[in-house]
């Protein structure tokens, strides 16, 4: 994975105002300069939202084998003691496993990440059309003027 990819994601929360101010602001000054840029912004901070995707989607599925193998062995050892586990009794002991908590944990911040990486995607593309209707008011502005 590209290591500008990965520090954007490790950094998202700490940087993120930061992010919105340097690649979402728009100049009348700089427009055109902001109109070339943006196909590749866009697409950096896409790759940062797949990245993001996909942390999130591998702790989720940590989390769900976690689960499926902690369930699993204290089914065996209530069997083993004689009584029968009920799905309830497991939901409720695997909330305890300490493994599994650290999991949750890293998995609502990668949620937060990719909300955020998602964000910033979908505020690119609210960026896009404000700088193409800008660019046609400015072509507008200037063809009044030529006349």
């Known amino acids: 994975m590209n290591k500008d990819i990965t520090d954007i994601y490790d950094s998202l929360e700490d940087t993120y105002l930061d992010l919105a101010k340097t690649y979402l602001s728009v100049r009348e000054d700089t427009l055109t300069e902001s109109l070339l840029k943006h196909p590749s912004v866009f697409a950096f ?18 989390l769900e084998i976690g689960e499926a193998k902690h369930m699993e062995l204290r089914r065996a050892e209530l069997f083993s003691q004689g009584t029968k586990a009920t799905q309830g009794a497991l939901n409720a002991y695997v909330v305890t496993v300490p493994e599994l908590m650290e999991i949750k944990t890293k998995l609502k911040e990668a949620e937060y990440r990719y909300a955020l990486s998602r964000n910033v995607v979908s505020s690119l593309d609210h960026q896009k059309d404000m700088l193409i209707q800008l660019s046609a008011n400015k072509r507008a502005e200037v063809r009044l003027h030529e006349l």
């Not at 901070?45 to 940590?62: C, D, I, N, P, T």
């Open 45 to 62: 901070f896409g790759a940062v939202q797949s990245y993001a995707k996909q942390r999130k989607e591998q702790l989720e599925m940590s």
